[in-house]
């Protein structure tokens, strides 16, 4: 990673997330992790996933909300179905995504990765503008991180086989 503050990119919303840490002295940033969210299951729009990262769902707006609200997630990044982009976590700190996971032998992949949550859902189409915001974001986040190689940009389906999906055949790789 390139040189210290800022690590929270400009001109993107910033939305402080308590739920993250600080990395292992010794890692390296060097993967990025592609997932989908959407809340409730499979509607978007609304202030849920911003939310649900902020530790501030309101359990009385959908029975599904009080499944989840024990659980303290984050990600770096979130690009909404209008192509807005919210960052939650600064880059030098780890984000909350990935739970258990492997890449390439390597484990616990919140350590060493950045991830980034597109609002959607592994069956529905993502929208045009999300996929060039996240073309834009990936491409200033490595930049930032220049470990990160399109060789190590990866889906969360891929570092946590039989337990997520995301983001899904309907993501266009």
């Known amino acids: 990673m390139k040189s210290s503050p800022p690590l929270w990119l400009k001109n993107i919303r910033h939305c402080p997330s308590p739920n993250c840490d600080e990395r292992p002295g010794d890692a390296r940033v060097d993967l990025l992790v592609i997932h989908n969210i959407s809340l409730p299951p499979a509607q978007f729009g609304g202030p849920w996933i911003e939310d649900f990262f902020l530790n501030r769902l309101d359990t009385s707006e959908d029975a599904y909300f009080q499944e989840i609200s024990h659980l ?20 030098e700190k780890r984000a909350w995504h990935a739970g258990e996971s492997c890449f390439q032998g390597q484990h616990r992949c919140n350590d060493f990765s950045v991830g980034i949550e597109l609002e ?22 490595m930049d930032v991180c220049p470990d990160i190689t399109t060789e190590r940009i990866t889906g969360h389906e891929h570092i ?7 983001p899904g055949p309907a993501f266009d790789w």
């Open 72 to 91: 303290r997630v984050s990600a770096h990044f979130l690009i909404k179905r209008d192509g807005e982009i919210l960052q939650f976590v600064p880059l």
């Open 120 to 141: 959607g859902s592994d069956e529905i189409p993502y929208t045009d503008i999300q996929y060039q915001r996240l073309a834009e974001l990936s491409k200033a986040i």
């Open 160 to 166: 946590a086989p039989g337990r997520k999906t995301d």
